[in-house]
Nanobody
Framework: TLELMESGGDSVEVGGSLRLSCQVV????????MGWFRQAPGKEREEVAL???????????EYAEFAKGRFHISKDSAKKTLYLEMNSLKSEDTAIYYC???????????????????WGQGTQVTVSP
């Protein structure tokens, strides 16, 4: 089993940057697919970025179209921490950001929130003009 704890959410201005962190507690972290999702008010939860913990480079990452070129997902296996670096933030990036993890058959790509059984409590990101 895993426990996930996000941090790093904040209020920033358009064009600003934030780094979100997700601390993982659990012994099987290495073999899990992990990701960041977000949910804005009145909208469904959507994928931001995924990372395959069984692959040690960026070949195991996937980004939503809106995240490409602005966001970067990474991990520190020694610290058991997942990160999301967000740059050039836009007002439409305002949402609660969630860390998620699970074992997924078939690869860590093109996944939906329903594929993940472990979630953090979420961290609020607010981007204002």
């Amino acid at each position: 089993t895993l426990e996930l704890m996000e941090s790093g959410g904040d209020s920033v201005e358009v064009g600003g940057s934030l780094r979100l962190s997700c601390q993982v507690v659990g012994s099987t972290y290495r073999y899990y697919c992990m990701g960041w999702f977000r949910q804005a008010p009145g909208k469904e939860r959507e994928e931001v970025a995924l990372i395959d913990n069984d692959i040690d480079d960026d070949a195991g990452t996937e980004y939503a179209e809106f995240a490409k070129g602005r966001f970067h997902i990474s991990k520190d296996s020694a610290k058991k921490t997942l990160y999301l670096e967000m740059n050039s933030l836009k007002s439409e990036d305002t949402a609660i950001y969630y860390c998620a993890a699970d074992r997924v058959d078939g690869g860590c790509f093109s996944l939906t929130p329903a594929d993940f059984g472990y979630w953090g409590q979420g961290t609020q990101v607010t981007v204002s003009p």
